[in-house]
């Protein structure tokens, strides 16, 4: 690979082709480097006081509210304002970046689109390029698409307002450097996302609007809110101009809501309960506490004490600030099968009129064809409201570390252990193909699914859990069915796209990460190696 040095301190892995000149202009280049110098040393910190706090519950400490915070929490504040096209946000459908899949996505029956640089975008560098190219494009109006068949696919006049989720903070970008070290992907998203459309999205009477994810503490929050600050300085732009909506999807964050809402309340409007990363971080973090070990991942729903918790002391603790609460994802994709079509939606209507009824201003889909059931079930319980600030939840009892922590009874069953292991299998098997986004057995998994399956069956092994049937959960047993449920995987997808597909290499990395003695916090790190 050819590496191309620019005046801007950093350089480039990859070579410029017609793509990279479009995106990575000069001045845009200016402003990305101006941030990474500003701000990398601060986020390679906050990077290393995760693993100083992590330790620590390692240890044996569990989280807990912050003392020294206190009079936040209880002071009489509130967010800045939220724009008015962020005030209805009753239906968001979320997908990755792709040209078809943002048309589509824009299209539907929905109030928002989430453009995700993230959990459901196998960050390839061509793919990151090309939907940064696709934003650009579906902001100016002029975005198109023409498949194989030659059907064409086009934007309506009315599209859903477009938030993009940039990646994490610990997420790099290799294909960039700076000083020797990949840059932060996440300064890399934003930056290219901001610079191309800020002065459109403006003039069209929206803005540049972010989801930010994967955040652990208001410290993180505070990054963030700096980095927004120094750019709308930057360009001479009024403070609050960039909004930004943070997903309380890590088990650290939840002690910390009020304080992130704070440290970000010139920039924020809301919060997002992103429930399946959330499990996956329940059982991350708390991996050494045997006491708090999940069952199948099949019985840890909404329902569950120390969700329900999360999902109510979010609400409450958004709408005390003026900022949204938002719901979790329907994953389930409809189906051709008419029986099985009025099962998902039945399933899908529960779940989110639970949700509206809680006090939820708006939800996440993954499928257009979810749109319907879902924006009806809000219309109804809003009415003639835009959104639910107006539900305080005064009648709640306070809400409790214990009831936050709360371990989760249920069976870890032979069945759900296979299920853990094929779902992973299948989904790390398109993510290093370049796929991050992908349906399997009937849901539209994004990489939460595959922690979730992976950090599961680490901890029962840590742990030397035992399966429902007495059978005792070892590396040599989880290995023995990783061998089994591969040649299942073979049988449903075919001999041919198991040949051609990078299944063994899906299943060495499952095997690696599975059973090493320190689990990593995130597949998608060693998986990044494997991708272009």
Not at 170 to 186: D, F, N, S, T
Not at 236 to 250: C, F, H, N, S
Not at 299 to 309: G, H, W
């Amino acid at each position: 690979m050819t590496q191309k040095t620019l005046v801007t301190e950093l350089s480039f892995v990859k070579r410029f082709g017609a793509a990279e000149q479009e995106i990575l202009t000069s001045e845009a280049l200016d402003f990305l480097t101006d941030l990474i110098i500003r701000f990398s040393d601060t986020r390679n910190k906050l990077l290393a006081d995760r693993d100083i706090w992590q330790k620590k519950i390692d240890d044996g400490e569990l989280p807990d509210f912050i003392s020294e915070t206190s009079s936040i929490r209880d002071g009489e504040w509130k967010i800045q304002n939220i724009p008015a096209d962020l005030r209805d946000r009753r239906v968001e459908i979320t997908g990755p970046v792709e040209r078809k899949m943002v048309i589509n996505a824009l299209n539907a029956n929905v109030k928002v689109f989430m453009a995700d640089f993230e959990d459901s975008l196998a960050p390839a560098w061509d793919k990151v390029i090309e939907g940064q190219i696709n934003l650009r494009d579906a902001v100016n109006g002029t975005i198109s698409y023409v498949n194989d068949q030659g059907k064409q696919y086009q934007l309506r006049s009315d599209p859903a307002v477009l938030i993009a989720r940039v990646r994490g903070l610990h997420l790099p970008e290799k294909h960039v450097l700076y000083q020797a070290e990949p840059i932060a992907g996440g300064l890399f998203d934003f930056a290219l996302y901001f610079y191309h459309n800020y002065k459109q999205l403006l003039a069209k009477g929206s803005g540049p609007y972010f989801y930010l994810p994967k955040i652990q503490s208001y410290h993180e929050a505070q990054w963030w809110s700096d980095v927004f600050s120094f750019t709308e300085d930057r360009f001479d732009l009024p403070r609050g101009t960039i909004k930004a909506t943070v997903l309380i999807e890590t088990l650290p964050a939840v002690f910390q809501m009020d304080e992130i809402l704070y440290h970000l309340r010139y920039h924020i409007v809301g919060l997002n309960c992103g429930r399946w990363d959330y499990i996956f971080s329940y059982i991350k973090t708390l991996k050494n506490h045997s006491d708090r070990v999940l069952p199948d991942r099949q019985s840890v729903t909404m329902d569950q004490p120390f969700l329900s918790a999360y999902s109510r002391l979010l609400i409450k603790t958004c709408h005390k600030r003026g900022a949204f609460a938002m719901g979790g994802m329907a994953a389930f994709i409809p189906s051709k099968d008419i029986e099985r079509n009025n099962w998902v939606l039945d399933k899908v209507q529960a779940d989110k009129e639970l949700e509206a009824r809680n006090g939820h201003d708006g939800t996440w889909i993954a499928h257009p064809g979810l749109a319907d059931t879902v924006m009806e079930v809000f219309d109804k319980v809003l009415a003639e409201r835009q959104n639910q600030l107006d539900i305080f939840r005064e009648g709640d009892a306070p809400i409790t570390a214990a009831q936050l922590l709360e371990p989760c009874p249920g069976d870890r069953t032979e069945e759900g252990m296979r299920a853990n292991i094929r779902v992973a299998i299948q989904y790390i098997e398109a993510w290093i193909s370049g796929n991050g986004c992908v349906p399997i057995y009937g849901l539209m998994e994004d990489a939460a699914t595959a922690e979730i399956s992976r950090t599961s069956i680490w901890q029962w092994i840590h742990h030397e859990k035992s399966l429902s049937n007495g059978k005792k959960i070892t590396k040599s047993l989880f290995r023995q069915m990783l061998a089994e449920e591969m040649e299942v995987i073979k049988q449903e997808v075919g001999e041919t796209r198991f040949s051609l597909g990078r299944f063994d290499d899906a299943a060495k990395l499952m095997e690696r990460i599975t059973t090493q003695d320190e689990l990593i916090d995130f597949l998608t790190l060693p998986g990044y190696q494997l991708l272009d």
